[in-house]
C-alpha cells in the first residue's frame, strides 16, 4: 500500500474529526447558556458573523428584538443594549455588575478604511500635538515629533485603532502585539528608572505620583498601587488618550471645511469674546455657546466608539426577564442615543442647534453619551474635553480651513467599522486669519 495515501486518509479522518468535535463543542456551548437576551440564531463555529452587516452592523436586529439582544462572535455570545432607557438601567442602575472589562474579540474586528496620500494633511501633526500632552502629564516631557522612540509609541497606538482590522488567521495582528509588548517595555523603562529617584516633596508628573504610592502602600498587601498595574496604567493612558483626541480634532476640521457657515460663526463668536491677542481659556467656554454647541455636535457626529470598550459581566445578572451570565461580554450601543429622534431636534445632520436652547444658549443632553456611561465610562473626560475646547478655538482663532476639493465631494462620514468610528484622512489649506 502506498504510505503517501495512508498518511493523507488518516489527516482527513484527524481534521474531520476535529471538525465535528469543535462543531460539536460550539453548538453544546451555544444551547447551554439558555437564558440569554434572544438574537438571530448563530451558526456553528462562526455565531453570526456572516450575518452582520459591516457598515450598519446592529440596525437590523435592533428592529427586530429591541434593546436587549444576544449575538455569537464566533464561540462567544456578546449581549448588546441600547436605547436611553436600557442603558441607563444597565451601565448605571446595575453599574457594578456591568462593569467588568472584556478584551476586543480579534472576530469583531470588521473595519474598512479608506487612506490617500496628501500634500497637506493635518493627521500626523494633530496626533503628535496632542500625544505630546499625555507625555507631560504622564512621562514629565514632551518630544520632538521626530525623537524615533515618539514615533515607535504612537505608530503603535495608531495601529491599535486601524490595523485592527484583520482575521483570526496569524498574520499582521501578531506584529501588532509585538508592538504592542515593545511599547509597553518603553512605559516599563520609564517607571523603573523612576523607582529610587523620586522626590517626595514634589512629585513631576503620574510616574512620579504612582512611585510614591507604591512607596507608600508597600505593606498592605491588598493594594492596587503595584508596578504591573503602574505600566498598564501608563500604556492604557497613552493609547486611550492620543488617537481618540486627535481624530476628533481632524474629523472637526473636516466639517469646518464641509459647513464654512458654522465655521464663520464660531470665528466671529471667538472674535467677539476672545478676541485675536489672546488664547482662549477654559473659562472662555460659558461665554461661547454657540462654540461650545459645534464642539458637541462635531463628537456626536463623529460617535467615535459606537459600541463603546467592551465591557464584561461581573456575575451572574438578571435584567428585563433575562439572566445573563458572569463573564459574558456586553457591548452598550452608544450610537443608539446619538441618534435617538426622539432625542434630538436633527439626529441625522450635522447641526449645532442639536445643542442649542431658542434662545441661542448652550443646551445639555443627556443623550450625549460619546464617552459611555456608568462605572467604566472613560476616564479621561475630563482632560479630552479641556484639550478639544483649547486646540479647536485655537485652530479657529489664527485660521480658517478650506478644502482642496468642490464642497460636494468632500465626504464627511467616518469610515466604517464594527468598534470604532475613524474620521478620514484629507488635505486641506490653513489660510492665517491676519
Ligand atoms: C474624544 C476623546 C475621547 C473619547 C470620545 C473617549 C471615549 C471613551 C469611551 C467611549 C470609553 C469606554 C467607556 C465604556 O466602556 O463604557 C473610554 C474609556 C477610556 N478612556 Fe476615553 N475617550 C476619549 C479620550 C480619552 C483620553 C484623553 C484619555 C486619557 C487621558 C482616555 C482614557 C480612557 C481610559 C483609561 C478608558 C478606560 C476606562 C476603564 O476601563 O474604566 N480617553 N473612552
Not at 486601524?162 to 523603562?189: M, Q, W
Request: net charge neutral; glycine share 4%; proline share 6%.
Amino acid at each position: 500500500m502506498d504510505i503517501t495515501l495512508t498518511l493523507t486518509n488518516v489527516l482527513y479522518v484527524v481534521t474531520a474529526g476535529l471538525v465535528l468535535l469543535l462543531l460539536w463543542k460550539s453548538q453544546r456551548k451555544q444551547s447551554s447558556i439558555g437564558q440569554l437576551p434572544p438574537g438571530p440564531t448563530p451558526y456553528p463555529l462562526l455565531g453570526n458573523i456572516l450575518q452582520i452587516d459591516v457598515k450598519e452592523p446592529y440596525k437590523y436586529y435592533l428592529k427586530k428584538y429591541g434593546s436587549v439582544f444576544t449575538i455569537w462572535l464566533a464561540n462567544s455570545p456578546v449581549v448588546i443594549i441600547s436605547g436611553y432607557q436600557a442603558l441607563k438601567d444597565t451601565m448605571i442602575g446595575l453599574g457594578e455588575e456591568f462593569s467588568g472589562r472584556a478584551t476586543y474579540p480579534l472576530t469583531l474586528i470588521l473595519c474598512y478604511f479608506l487612506f490617500k496620500g496628501s500634500a497637506f494633511s493635518p493627521a500626523d501633526m494633530l496626533s503628535n500635538t496632542m500625544a505630546n500632552v499625555i507625555c507631560s502629564i504622564v512621562f514629565g516631557q514632551r518630544f520632538e515629533f521626530e525623537d524615533p522612540q515618539f514615533k515607535f509609541l504612537l505608530q503603535t497606538v495608531n495601529s491599535v485603532f486601524t490595523v485592527l482590522n484583520i482575521s483570526l488567521f496569524p498574520g499582521k495582528h501578531h506584529l501588532l502585539f509585538r508592538d504592542v509588548d515593545k511599547a509597553r517595555e518603553y512605559c516599563k523603562r520609564q517607571a523603573k528608572a523612576r523607582i529610587n529617584n523620586v522626590d517626595p516633596s514634589c512629585p513631576q508628573d503620574l510616574i512620579d505620583a504612582f512611585v510614591l504610592k507604591i512607596q507608600e502602600e508597600k505593606y498592605n498587601p491588598d493594594t492596587e498601587y503595584h508596578f504591573d498595574n503602574l505600566i498598564s496604567l501608563v500604556w492604557n493612558l497613552f493609547s486611550a488618550g492620543t488617537e481618540t483626541t486627535s481624530s476628533t480634532v481632524r474629523h472637526a476640521l473636516l466639517l469646518m471645511m464641509k459647513h464654512p457657515d458654522v465655521q464663520e460663526r464660531v470665528q466671529k463668536e471667538i472674535d467677539e469674546v476672545v478676541g485675536q491677542d489672546r488664547w482662549s481659556s477654559v473659562e472662555d467656554r460659558q461665554n461661547l455657546p454657540y462654540t461650545d454647541a459645534v464642539i458637541h455636535e462635531i463628537q456626536r457626529n463623529m460617535d467615535l466608539a459606537p459600541i463603546a470598550v467592551p465591557h464584561k459581566m461581573m456575575c451572574d445578572t438578571e435584567y428585563n426577564g433575562y439572566v445573563i451570565p458572569k463573564g459574558v461580554m456586553v457591548f452598550p450601543l452608544l450610537s443608539s442615543m446619538l441618534i435617538d429622534p426622539k432625542m434630538w431636534k436633527n439626529p441625522d445632520c450635522f447641526d449645532p442647534e442639536n445643542f442649542l436652547d431658542a434662545d441661542g444658549r448652550f443646551q445639555k443632553n443627556d443623550a450625549f453619551v460619546v464617552f459611555g456611561m456608568g462605572k467604566r465610562a472613560c476616564l479621561g473626560e475630563a482632560l479630552a474635553r479641556i484639550e478639544l475646547f483649547i486646540f479647536f478655538t485655537y485652530l479657529l482663532q489664527h485660521f480658517t480651513f478650506k478644502a482642496t476639493v468642490p464642497l460636494e465631494e468632500l465626504d464627511t462620514a467616518p469610515t466604517k467599522c464594527s468598534f470604532g468610528r475613524m474620521p478620514r484622512t484629507y488635505d486641506c489649506y490653513a489660510i492665517p486669519r491676519k
